[in-house]
């Protein structure tokens, strides 16, 4: 589910600016979508996840990269974030059902708590690949 892999630091940028644009989308859509803003947020979390992994020199692969990318998180940020991957883990859930099965099971506390995650995961995942700075932008 995990391979080497070796990423420059101009691609875990990007996949960190995907984060950030997708946290702030989520809580823009929270307006008018409630189950794409999930989503979105879910998505913030992903492409946090995958810069921490391209960081650390790897990838996802196979048809499973969404657990293989939680899976990772989890072994690499321990104990300390586990809330956050339980966060995490319900979320990929819940979007399997929002994207396949049926829309509006998602409540305007479950978005925000969402934006809230994905935001924090970016803070840790930035903090882990090099400290960002005030406007949470990297060096």
Same mark, same amino acid.
Request: aromatic residues 6%.
């Given at each position: 589910?995990?391979? %080497?892999?070796?990423?420059?630091?101009? $691609?875990? $940028? $990007? +996949?960190?600016?995907?984060?950030?644009? !997708?946290?702030?989308? *989520?809580? #823009?859509? &929270?307006? !008018?979508?409630?189950?794409?803003? $999930?989503?979105?947020?879910?998505? =913030?979390? +992903?492409?946090?996840?995958?810069?921490?992994?391209?960081?650390?020199?790897?990838? %996802?692969? @196979?048809?499973?990269?969404?657990?293989?990318?939680?899976?990772?998180?989890?072994?690499?940020? @321990?104990? *300390? #974030?586990? !809330?956050?991957?339980?966060?995490?883990?319900?979320?990929?859930?819940?979007?399997?059902?929002?994207?396949?099965?049926?829309?509006?099971? /998602?409540?305007?506390?479950?978005? &925000?708590?969402?934006? =809230? =995650?994905?935001?924090? +995961? +970016?803070?840790? /995942? #930035?903090?882990?690949?090099?400290? *960002?700075?005030?406007?949470?932008?990297? =060096?």
């Amino acid at each position: 589910m995990i391979r %080497p892999f070796s990423a420059d630091a101009r $691609e875990v $940028e $990007e +996949l960190l600016e995907l984060a950030r644009r !997708d946290a702030d989308l *989520a809580e #823009e859509l &929270a307006g !008018d979508s409630l189950d794409w803003a $999930e989503i979105v947020a879910y998505n =913030s979390m +992903l492409q946090s996840g995958r810069a921490l992994m391209f960081h650390r020199g790897y990838r %996802p692969a @196979g048809e499973s990269h969404h657990v293989a990318v939680i899976a990772f998180l989890e072994r690499e940020l @321990g104990g *300390a #974030e586990h !809330d956050l991957m339980l966060t995490m883990a319900n979320l990929r859930k819940k979007r399997n059902t929002a994207l396949y099965c049926r829309s509006g099971s /998602v409540s305007e506390r479950e978005v &925000a708590s969402a934006v =809230s =995650s994905a935001r924090s +995961l +970016l803070r840790v /995942v #930035e903090a882990a690949v090099g400290g *960002a700075h005030e406007d949470g932008r990297r =060096s």
